[in-house]
């Protein structure tokens, strides 16, 4: 059975970091590309960033580039989101899936987590 964990969120002040972990049980990591996707209350889900497979190619949404980043650990099977430089509009509920190739499109990921919330708020 494939899971997909995140976890790392909480509350956190304007400029502060956090770090996301997505750890996978029942596939390899390594294999697959991974996206770190979120969702505010009232709103779609958004890509945020992706690391390929193939070539480690990391990709950034344009709200977040400079501010994110992406990596993986092959050993322990998991995937980290550093966000650094936190802003209010960056609350979110923020999910990792994994899939063949990186796309901003969620309905192209087969497996996802079940999220963790990130909240920026003084």
């Known amino acids: 059975q494939v899971q997909l964990v995140e976890s790392g969120g909480g509350l956190v002040q304007p400029g502060g970091s956090l770090r996301l972990s997505c750890a996978a049980s029942g596939l390899t990591l390594d294999y697959y590309a991974v996206g770190w996707f979120r969702q505010a209350p009232g709103k779609e889900r958004e890509g945020v960033s992706c690391i390929s497979s193939h070539d480690g190619s990391t990709y950034f949404a344009a709200s977040v580039k400079g501010r994110f980043t992406i990596s993986r650990d092959n050993a322990k099977n998991a995937v980290y989101l550093q966000m650094n430089s936190l802003k209010p509009e960056d609350t979110a509920v923020y999910y990792c899936?994994?899939?063949?190739?990186?796309?901003?499109?969620?309905?192209?990921?087969?497996?996802w987590g079940q999220g963790t919330q990130v909240t920026v708020s003084s």
């Open positions: 899936a994994a899939d063949t190739w990186c796309t901003w499109s969620p309905r192209e990921y087969e497996y």
